[in-house]
């Protein structure tokens, strides 16, 4: 009599996983049913003040930890002579930051299919098996040298294609521009990511300290760019705004097949 309950309670507990599992593809299909959501043109920010006092906090930092406008020379008129080099990633910045968005690519997988988007889950997959394996570990970006670039996406464009609008500008401290749905979907990304639920702690940690890592070298790759903004620009508050929203608003659009790539999933049941 005690097998026969346990063997029913074990079936029960399986059953109940498969319901949840069911009504959670349900509900991603009803959320992707709806569209994706509109893509603003103009600029909300009505939290402009604090923005502007978080901005400014990312400045300093930024300069405490090295960054800032480059020497002038006397009389604060710079001369061909007196131009740094431009800056060139190092060997080792360049194995590091590829290392980290290898390991980053399960997270967009998750939500390339969240998005309903196989075509792009299964090429970010293929990417990450060439570059683990022939690319040893991600050190080297194999697969984009072969024509396989990699597909970027997050939990905010996931948000996106829900039909989640973007939302109010912020400015986060340390991270810098953002939205609100970017926000939440920084969030969403951290808990989400495979790498918690696939290494054991401490593991995971490390593991995700490498693809934020990753993240944080494109400051220095891309140095030249970021100083320009933030301190050769006469408003960098307004100037990292409007670069921030129009890059994110064009990668949402992915330029003209946004709309195309998405998939309905009642289009043969409802479709004309």
Not at 172 to 179: M, W
Not at 196 to 224: H, K, M, Q, S
Request: net charge negative.
């Amino acid at each position: 009599m005690n097998l026969l309950i346990k063997r029913m309670s074990f079936h029960d507990s399986d059953f109940r996983g498969r319901i949840a599992g069911a009504t959670a593809l349900l509900a991603v299909f009803a959320l992707s049913a709806c569209g994706p959501a509109q893509i603003p043109s103009e600029i909300n920010d009505p939290n402009e003040v604090a923005n502007r006092r978080v901005h400014e906090f990312n400045k300093s930092l930024d300069q405490a930890l090295g960054g800032g406008p480059g020497d002038a020379s006397e009389g604060g008129v710079e001369t061909l002579e007196d131009e740094a080099p431009a800056k060139e990633a190092s060997p080792l910045l360049i194995a590091v930051s590829n290392f980290g968005t290898n390991l980053d690519t399960p997270r967009k997988v998750v939500n390339s299919l969240l998005q309903l988007r196989p075509g792009d889950a299964a090429h970010n997959t293929m990417r990450f098996g060439i570059n683990s394996t022939i690319g040893i570990l991600g050190l080297m970006d194999i697969a984009g040298a072969g024509g396989l670039p990699e597909i970027d996406t997050d939990f905010g464009e996931t948000l996106h294609v829900w039909g989640v609008g973007e939302g109010s500008y912020q400015e986060l401290p340390v991270v810098g521009p953002s939205t609100q749905r970017d926000t939440v979907g920084s969030v969403v990304d951290f808990a989400i990511n495979p790498l918690w639920y696939v290494f054991p702690w401490p593991e995971n940690l490390v593991a995700n300290g490498f693809t934020w890592a990753a993240e944080a070298t494109d400051r220095i790759r891309y140095g030249d760019t970021v100083e320009s903004i933030l301190y050769e620009s006469e408003d960098s508050y307004a100037q990292s705004r409007l670069i921030y929203l129009q890059n994110r608003r064009f990668e949402l659009r992915r330029g003209d097949v946004a709309e195309e790539d998405y998939i309905d999933p009642y289009e043969e049941l409802f479709g004309d």
